[in-house]
T-cell receptor, first 113, second 112 residues
Framework: NAGVTQTPKFRILKIGQSMTLQCTQDMNHNYMYWYRQDPGMGLKLIYYSVGAGITDKGEVPNGYNVSRSTTEDFPLRLELAAPSQTSVYFCASSYGPGTSEAFFGQGTRLTVV | TQLLEQSPQFLSIQEGENLTVYCNSSSVFSSLQWYRQEPGEGPVLLVT?????EVKKLKRLTFQFGDARKDSSLHITAAQPGDTGLYLCAGAGEDNFNKFYFGSGTKLNVKP
């Protein structure tokens, strides 16, 4: 069972570069999320989607973009990477909102130098 | 700023001891979840509580949701080294339950 798959697992970017973090899930979940986790901190919501074609901002959306063209995929785009975006990024999916269990990927560790 | 404050931030105890982790907020949540995260992995759900005053037990773990749905606690009885990890609470906003806000986490180390 694949669940939520994130690629790449690690990446080093130079300041000003761009990249896309990939996330795909095979559970036919409508809800998908992107979080970032800074060292010693909890997770902060970047963007979320309640279904294909529908996305909305979370707590910390600046510097990121998302799209949701299919139920399975929810890529996160970083434009003009900055050192403040150094973090571990987690993608998650759930069947529904609120009380539904969120299933997380293994994370992408991003360093911007 | 964190909407959900967890305490303590760090906890190092001996095997067999009991402990309680707290998750507090000034906001009301429609539901609250507890997750456990191990190094290099994503969080894994332990429990969801939805009703004010609700108590749920999962083997040696007891979870409580405050009457006003603003706070929660996790109590572990007779902690074991396998309980070591980062414990995170997460609340779904009452105005928008699509958004989950995570606490800052409690890092637990249980020494054999």
């Amino acid at each position: 069972n694949a669940g939520v798959t994130q690629t790449p697992k690690f990446r080093i970017l130079k300041i000003g570069q761009s990249m896309t973090l990939q996330c795909t899930q095979d559970m036919n979940h409508n809800y998908m999320y992107w979080y970032r986790q800074d060292p010693g901190m909890g997770l902060k919501l970047i963007y979320y989607s309640v279904g294909a074609g529908i996305t909305d901002k979370g707590e910390v959306p600046n510097g990121y973009n998302v799209s949701r063209s299919t139920t399975e995929d929810f890529p996160l785009r970083l434009e003009l990477a900055a050192p403040s975006q150094t973090s571990v990024y987690f993608c998650a999916s759930s069947y529904g909102p609120g009380t539904s269990e969120a299933f997380f990927g293994q994370g992408t560790r991003l360093t911007v130098v | 700023t964190q909407l959900l404050e967890q305490s303590p931030q760090f906890l190092s105890i001996q095997e067999g001891e009991n402990l309680t982790v707290y998750c507090n907020s000034s906001s009301v949540f429609s539901s609250l979840q507890w997750y456990r995260q191990e190094p290099g992995e994503g969080p894994v759900l332990l429990v969801t509580v939805v009703t004010g005053g609700e108590v749920k037990k999962l083997k040696r773990l007891t979870f409580q949701f405050g009457d006003a749905r603003k706070d929660s606690s996790l109590h572990i009885t007779a902690a074991q080294p396998g309980d070591t990890g980062l414990y995170l609470c997460a609340g779904a906003g009452e105005d928008n339950f699509n958004k989950f806000y995570f606490g800052s986490g409690t890092k637990l180390n249980v020494k054999p």
